[in-house]
């Protein structure tokens, strides 16, 4: 018999996240001819499915078997009649199924007789078993609901490994032969089993619920009583519609997607294939990560395809060294990478089969790429931005992880942390935090990057998580000029301090949404000491401090980081656009004092002075006023 479904609705991002974009819809064409839009959300609810319920008869049977073991009985029309007349809407369950059952008057023998006559191999819908299997390979559980009775409904379980405590079905009742003395006589069913009553699937899918942690549940059959597992709260999240046995109109209508096929579903769990946008040191520390997670996991294609800038090292490509020789020998030297990594000079090839992006690249750089990949990723995929830092716009600044959920259409999560490359590469324990709008997308990334020495926790807090990542970068600035300054454990310890507060009311000024606790985890704390003590950035800044500002931060850099890029001036220049804007500059007086340092307008000293920046006025490095301003910041230091 069948099912009920509630209308599905797409779960939706915390209170007062953005809205996550529109996503467009592709269309599969079923056996049956016809045309069922299958919305990215119906699809997205589908592949996150922690359970799959069944219905059995016209679903996982080419047959009703109850209706089967009436003919078989010779009682086949009359049976039939009632049956159409429940799956219709007609005539109610339990009714039905007193009706059917006093017609048929079943017997064990009679049972065993049946399934002997019409064995269950033989009455498997098409495409059933490699369906059912496919799931159980991705750990999801797959349930049968049926509202016909178990003795008929254990075989079928029992072809496609579905356990027997997974099969919700009715229990037949039989008493006593005087004669015999054997349990023959048919006495009715088990009226309290949920099944055996109108609404008892959602009712089952409920109990399931109580009793295991399910997040998404699926129910996916022919029937009314089907459709109605959706429909009652604490039901199935979605439900498909199959009429590959019989077509019933409502259903039909009605159904979150409706089929006439399996494939169709088959086709949908193909593996996740893995794009890295970027092969700098960080880059190919996290793709080893996710390297060696897709080599031992059935849901994930083995090879991660990796999109690297080509240049040419010591007379050969780098694309070629990659790929040959396992390793990055001018951004990641001494660190051997998994050779299921293969490297692409030509975006395309990386991206055009990739439903996973991992956007990995110096963040001046993505909006022109983003531009690049307009039109040309699948409708399905998602991205996890490793990227720090933020883009100005006209109207302000705008994240990374916006801009490429904004660019591309696609969901962004961001995974920010202590992550120092090379130590990461070396397979020294690291944490990391995924910051994310969809719960789903969240639990898949977390899989897809965690290792036994990558402990990786996730927050629904994109913006947070996001600015933790982008700011602690600007500290690390003022933390290597106090370095190189000469100053201790407490000047360090004072400055992370200043830090970490202007980063979190700036944070929160920005976005009314981010939570406290996200800078007491990886991307905040523990990624803000970790930069300051071993990043690039402060020891390029260590440096500028050591030669007093001779050398510019950009000079160093091209000196020190070997075609890596500094991301904290950078950043520093776009964050103090946005305080100079909003007239913030004063609120956070040591990014102001950072900023003002770096482009001379400060002497080098003043780090330690910074609460007093509110009396100095900034001034352009070319302009006159530049020596009057440097000395009257010396007149402070010595007060």
């Keep these: 018999m069948a099912c009920r479904s ?3 609705t797409a779960k939706r991002p915390c209170a007062g996240a953005d809205k996550a974009p529109r996503r467009p819809k592709v269309v599969a064409r079923t056996a049956g001819g016809a045309n069922h839009e299958l919305s990215m959300d119906v699809l997205s609810t589908w592949r996150r499915a922690t359970a799959v319920c069944f219905d059995m008869d016209c679903t996982c049977s080419e047959d009703d078997s109850l209706d089967g073991l009436a003919e078989f009985a010779g009682k086949g029309e009359e049976v039939k009649k009632i049956t159409d007349m429940a799956m219709n809407g007609e005539m109610g369950l339990e009714e039905a ?4 059952l006093q017609i048929i008057n079943p017997t064990p023998q009679m049972i065993k007789d049946f399934l002997i006559a019409r064995p269950p191999e033989s009455r498997l819908t098409p495409g059933i078993k490699e369906l059912v299997n496919n799931l159980q390979n991705r750990g999801i559980s797959v349930y049968i609901i049926s509202g016909g009775f178990r003795p008929l409904a254990l075989p079928f379980a029992k072809l496609l490994n579905i356990p027997p405590e997974n099969v919700y079905a009715n229990r037949i009742y039989f008493t006593t032969d005087d004669e015999t003395g054997m349990p023959t006589v048919y ?13 008892g699937k959602p009712e089952a899918i409920k109990a399931l619920r109580s009793k295991h942690p399910l997040e998404d549940v699926v129910m996916i059959g022919d029937g009314i009583t089907d459709l109605e597992a959706a429909r009652m709260p604490g039901g199935a999240d979605l439900f498909i519609g199959y009429g590959g046995v019989v077509e019933r109109k409502e259903v039909r209508e009605s159904a979150d997607f409706y089929i006439t096929d399996f494939s169709v579903l088959t086709k949908t769990l193909t593996n996740h294939q893995v794009a890295f946008v970027g092969s700098g040191a960080w880059a190919c520390s996290a793709a080893n990560l996710v390297a060696k997670n897709c080599m031992a996991r059935e849901d994930f294609e083995s090879n991660v395809r990796m999109w690297v800038y080509e240049e040419e090292v010591d007379g050969r490509m780098l694309t070629e060294i990659i790929n040959e020789d396992h390793e990055n020998v001018k951004y990641l030297p001494g660190i051997k990478l998994e050779k299921n990594i293969v490297a692409y000079p030509d975006l395309d090839d990386v991206i055009n089969e990739a439903d996973i992006i991992v956007f990995c690249v110096p963040h001046q750089f993505v909006h022109r790429i983003c531009k690049q990949m307009v039109g040309k990723i699948r409708q399905d995929a998602v991205a996890i931005s490793l990227t720090k830092g933020m883009r100005l716009r006209s109207d302000g600044a705008q994240l990374i992880s916006d801009m490429i959920r904004r660019k591309l259409g696609i969901d962004c999560s961001v995974l920010m942390g202590a992550n120092i490359a090379e130590e990461i590469g070396k397979g020294e324990l690291s944490e990391a935090t995924i910051g994310y709008k969809w719960p789903e997308n969240a639990r898949l990334f977390q899989e897809m990057f965690q290792s036994d020495s990558f402990l990786v926790e ?3 807090d994109v913006e947070g998580a996001e600015l933790c990542g982008t700011l602690k970068n600007v500290v690390a600035l003022a933390t290597g000029i106090v370095k190189g300054l000469g100053y201790g ?3 360090k310890a004072a400055i992370m301090r200043a830090g970490m507060s202007e980063m979190r009311r700036l944070a929160k000024r920005l976005y009314y949404t981010v939570q406290d606790e996200t800078f007491f985890m990886s991307c905040g704390l523990a990624d803000l000491i970790a930069t300051c003590e071993g990043g690039r950035n402060q020891r390029v800044a260590k440096a500028f401090a050591e030669m ?3 050398k510019t931060l950009g000079q160093l850099e091209e000196e020190m980081l070997k075609g890596q890029k500094l991301q904290g001036e950078l950043t520093s220049d776009e964050v103090q656009a946005v305080l100079r804007a909003k007239g913030w500059e004063n609120d956070f007086p040591l990014f102001t004092t950072v900023n003002r340092i770096i482009h001379g307008q400060l002497p080098i ?7 007093h920046i509110a009396g100095f006025e900034a001034v352009e490095p070319s302009s006159d006023e530049v020596e009057s301003a440097i000395e009257d910041a010396f007149t402070v230091l010595k007060v």
């Design 458 to 460: 996730t927050v629904q």
């Design 187 to 199: 006495a009715g069913y088990d009226k309290e089993q949920p099944t055996a009553k109108q609404g």
């Design 489 to 491: 454990s407490n000047t």
């Design 97 to 100: 199924l007193v009706k059917r």
């Design 605 to 611: 000293q003043f780090i330690t002075q910074y609460q």
């Design 6 to 8: 509630a209308m599905w």
């Design 548 to 550: 007093n500002g001779e």
